[in-house]
């Protein structure tokens, strides 16, 4: 059974550009979460998407957005990037209906440099 | 609010060694309580799950227990290995919003040979 997998895995950006992450979900997984990863903050949630709607959101500013498709996959879109984004983007995946059961499964991540 | 706060920050041990994790939540409304594991520069890797029902969890050399009333988790290593170094985070899923976790600041392990 594949993971769940992450394209791309290394980015340079710059300042003021934006910025799109790709998530893949393992199949048969309807729910998607996104986290940033800095040493700073540690690990933040950002939002979840469960049948193409936004079911959980996380206190970042509305430059960052996410969708989800039929398919159950999902992207991020960071727009006007800073400086302090930079970080790496997780996302996990669930099968989505049962939150006390379910573990929720990490990809290898997106490393997000800006300059 | 909920925090996790996990103890110590990192910690160094000879191969062999029986180890313990600390982690501690301020809310004990959740649904359950998890720990991960993080190679550098790596994703996650789920070690154990435990459900707010629950008091403790086993897997290989790993046992995790929960004590939800003092807001507490313990991950307990056994025989501990030098392929056993990484980081350790825990992570509780709140009753609020299960699918957002709140995650510990982890503790960065090392087995040394």
């Known amino acids: 059974k594949a993971g769940v997998t992450q394209t791309p895995r290394y980015l340079i950006k710059t300042r003021g550009q934006q910025v799109t992450l790709s998530c893949s979900p393992i199949?048969?997984?309807?729910?998607v979460s996104w986290y940033q990863q800095t040493p700073g903050q540690g690990l933040q949630f950002l939002f979840e998407?469960?049948?193409?709607?936004q079911r959980n959101k996380g206190n970042f500013p509305g430059r960052f957005s996410g969708r989800q498709f039929s398919n159950s996959r999902s992207e991020m879109n960071v727009s006007t990037l800073e400086l302090g984004d930079s970080a790496l983007y997780l996302c996990?995946?669930?099968?989505?209906w049962g939150y006390g059961e379910e573990t929720q499964y990490f990809g290898p991540g997106t490393r997000l440099l800006v300059l | 609010k909920q925090e996790v706060t996990q103890i110590p920050a990192a910690l160094s041990v000879p191969e062999g060694e029986n180890l313990v994790l600390n982690c501690s939540f301020t809310d004990s409304a959740i649904y359950n309580l998890q720990w991960f594991r993080q190679d550098p520069g790596k994703g996650l890797t789920s070690l154990l799950l435990i459900q707010s029902s629950q008091r403790e969890q086993t897997s290989g050399r790993l046992n995790a227990s929960l004590d939800k009333s003092s807001g507490r988790s313990t991950l307990y290593i056994a025989a501990s290995q030098p392929g056993d170094s990484a980081t350790y985070l825990c992570?509780?899923?709140?009753?609020?919003?299960?699918?957002?976790?709140?995650f510990g600041e982890g503790t960065q392990l090392t087995v040394n040979p």
């Open positions: 199949s048969g997984h309807r729910s």
């Open positions: 998407y469960f049948s193409e709607t």
């Open positions: 992570a509780v899923s709140p009753l609020t919003s299960g699918s957002r976790l709140t």
């Open positions: 996990a995946s669930t099968k989505g």
